[in-house]
């Protein structure tokens, strides 16, 4: 599983407090290239939405209907200042297709 494989969505679980279904994309990539990381995350990220709108994620898990879904997006390094403008932008795209979004930086507490 791996941000590069845009092919994959990397984790589907469900939130144990909310009950809604988060579909989890794994970054692993640096910021040293800030718009090619970008466009990277931006095609992983169009194959999670067509898997919710296209109704692959219902035919997979059933178990998913009726339920609220978010993407979340795990990242291995702290996004750049241009990486953050694009998860904000992508948070927007996201939301107006009715899908939760957030990301987040992995063990944020160790020096990347």
Not at 22 to 40: G, Y
Request: proline share 3%; aromatic share 8%; net charge negative.
């Amino acid at each position: 599983m791996s941000v590069e494989d845009c092919n994959v969505v990397d984790v589907v679980s469900i939130d144990k407090q909310d009950g809604a279904v988060i579909l989890t994309v794994s970054d692993h990539l640096e910021w040293s290239n800030s718009r090619a990381h970008q466009e990277i995350l931006q095609a992983k990220l169009n194959r999670y939405l067509a898997f919710v709108e296209g109704g692959e994620l219902l035919e997979r898990y059933p178990n998913a209907k009726g339920r609220p879904v978010t993407i979340k997006v795990v990242l291995k390094y702290r996004p750049d200042a241009d990486g953050r403008k694009f998860l904000s932008r992508a948070g927007g795209v996201v939301a107006s297709a009715g899908i939760g979004f957030r990301h987040e930086v992995f063990a944020e507490s160790y020096d990347n």
